[in-house]
């Protein structure tokens, strides 16, 4: 079978051209290291539009192909991404896929993919029309725009792929058809093991983007009486943006709490490093789909407390692979971290038993079958 996974090589977004290798999302790479894994079952190209010419290599595994396609600026959102759609469609016809996969709603891939010419479904990352929703995005701001073409693309597909139910729930009634399977997490991080210093104060990992999404303000509240009462450190990985309400407010209550610390952006080598000194990773989202950083704690073996919104329920089981918290809740929050700190023992049969999970579940070779299995399944629809 041949697949174009059309997806963003975020040397665009971050304006890193410099860079002589493609990088990719976190989950749309661990799926491509899975598709690597079964040489014998598929060819995969992998496809991704920028604004600047850029070295690229030419394969990314024995049966994985990289194209990079130079599009100018006036190509991208401000025209409806028409100069992504053609030159994707260019490519596409030299390549001849069976099927094309667009990765995301959130910038060009999906609308690509839609108008390729060849069968497509799509994957859902971020539920870009909730998230508009929720941060009330202004008429044409990127965020309003990005839930415009979702809503646009989904009927236009053959399918969509849910990470969760709660993107099943969402798309419902527009996707012709829906399939619920979460991200692979990186496979390197299974072969890890969360070892903490136990003569350190224990380490609590808060892994986000600082913003009202995220709710870390809340919880650093929440922590208040807790640290009067235990020894830790929380330390905050993510970008945070100083001028932005929200985030400046973040570094006020850092400033006046030693126990908490923002450690800033950390690529996935680093956060290896992280995770393999913490006690436990905390999430109090307001709003999330499949946080990587819970999927990746728990291939580590990092007990995991997050709050119960979105997607997260069905990534963990409360009081068995995880905790569950109420990201409104500052009593919810505070006696989710203190059960892990206060029990060592639980907290190491909760995180044996997520680890576990995880590789049944995540594995990016497991992943990448079932998505096969879907592409298999559309190719059947469309010639019957």
């Known amino acids: 079978m041949r697949v174009a996974i059309l997806t963003t090589d975020n040397r665009e977004p971050f304006k890193q051209y410099e860079k002589s290798e493609p990088w990719f999302g976190t989950a749309p790479e661990a799926l491509i290291q899975g598709f690597g894994s079964l040489p014998d079952a598929v060819e995969i190209h992998v496809v991704s539009c920028i604004q600047q010419p850029v070295s690229a290599p030419a394969k990314l595994a024995n ?39 667009g990765q995301g709603t959130e910038r060009d891939c999906a609308i690509s993919a839609v108008f390729s010419g060849f069968p497509s479904v799509l994957t859902i990352h971020g539920n870009m029309r909730l998230i508009a929703r929720i941060d009330h995005a202004r008429p044409f701001s990127f965020l309003w725009l990005a839930a415009g073409l979702e809503r646009f693309t989904l009927p236009r597909t053959a399918g969509i792929v849910c990470i969760t139910n709660y993107t099943r729930n ?9 399939w619920v399977v979460p991200n692979a997490a990186d496979a390197t991080f299974f072969d890890l093991q969360a070892n903490p210093d136990q003569n350190a104060p224990p380490v609590i990992l808060c892994v986000a983007n600082v913003g009202i999404r995220k709710n870390q303000n809340a919880l ?9 009462q235990h020894k830790f450190k929380l330390v905050f990985l993510g970008q945070a943006m100083k001028g932005h309400a929200y ?10 709490r030693p126990w908490c610390s923002y450690e800033g952006f950390a690529d996935r080598e680093k956060l290896k490093t ?39 329920p069905d990534l963990i089981e409360d009081g068995k692979t995880g905790l569950f918290c109420d990201p409104y809740g500052a009593t919810s929050m505070n006696g989710a971290v203190r059960q892990i700190l206060a029990q060592p023992e639980f907290a190491r049969v909760l995180a044996a038993a997520a680890k576990c999970r995880a590789h049944e579940r995540f594995h990016p070779a497991v992943i990448a079958r079932r998505h096969l299995e879907i592409y298999r399944e559309v190719l059947q629809q469309q010639t019957a």
């Open 63 to 101: 049966n994985i192909w990289f194209h990079s396609l130079h599009v100018p600026k006036i190509g991208w959102l401000r025209t409806g991404y028409q100069g992504c759609i053609r030159a994707v469609r260019k490519k596409l016809k030299e390549i001849r896929p069976d099927i094309v996969h």
């Open 170 to 178: 969402a798309v419902a009634s527009l996707a012709k058809r829906t």
């Open 220 to 228: 650093i509240q929440a922590l208040d009486p807790l640290a009067v």
């Open 247 to 256: 985030d400046d407010k973040f570094f006020q209550l850092l400033a006046s």
């Open 274 to 312: 992280y995770f393999q000194q913490a006690a436990a990773l905390v999430l109090p989202s307001l709003e999330d789909n499949c946080p990587m950083a819970v999927l990746e704690a728990m291939a580590v073996g990092v007990p995991v407390v997050a709050a119960k919104v979105g997607g997260v």
